[in-house]
């Protein structure tokens, strides 16, 4: 298999060896990561990212035959590579916005989440509120209300 099929198969330029949005990835992954506070969201850059990743995936199965198994192999690891990052990346977000869901909420920072990052927090802040109003209002005594 020639070089330029292999780039083709991984939507990468002759100059690099690596997708740019790879490589965007991995900036805001390691941002996202040794940063205390959340950080704004990539939703752009997720969607295309998931994109490459459909269309690498459909690309591998046409065009590699069983002869080339090695190559596959090669494809597949560092398909499987970005899907970690992806996948670390959007896990970090999540357990940022539940460790600062009061905050979020409170100080009205939904422009930092993604849609459905704001969905998802709004969802959680409603099912605590309930609970605490459930089970830890109720409980009180009424001659502290």
Not at 19 to 46: C, G, R, V
Not at 84 to 99: A, C, G, H, M, P
Not at 127 to 140: D, E, M, S, V
């Amino acid at each position: 298999m020639n070089k330029n099929v292999n780039n083709e198969i991984m939507g990468i330029s002759d100059t690099s060896c690596i997708h740019p949005l790879y490589k965007n990835l991995i900036t805001e992954w390691q941002k996202e990561k040794f940063s205390d506070e959340l950080l704004p969201a990539k939703e752009e850059m997720i969607k295309k990212i998931s994109l490459l990743i459909e269309k690498i995936n459909s690309k591998l199965k046409e065009s590699l035959s069983d002869e080339n198994q090695f190559l596959k192999e090669i494809f597949e690891l560092d398909l499987e590579r970005l899907l970690f990052v992806l996948k670390d990346y959007l896990r970090i977000r999540l357990i940022k916005i539940e460790k600062y869901l009061y905050f979020i909420i409170k100080n009205d920072m939904g422009s930092i989440l993604s849609t459905s990052e704001f969905d998802y927090a709004f969802n959680l802040f409603k099912i605590k509120r309930a609970y605490f109003n459930q089970n830890l209002y109720k409980n009180i005594h009424t001659d502290l209300n």
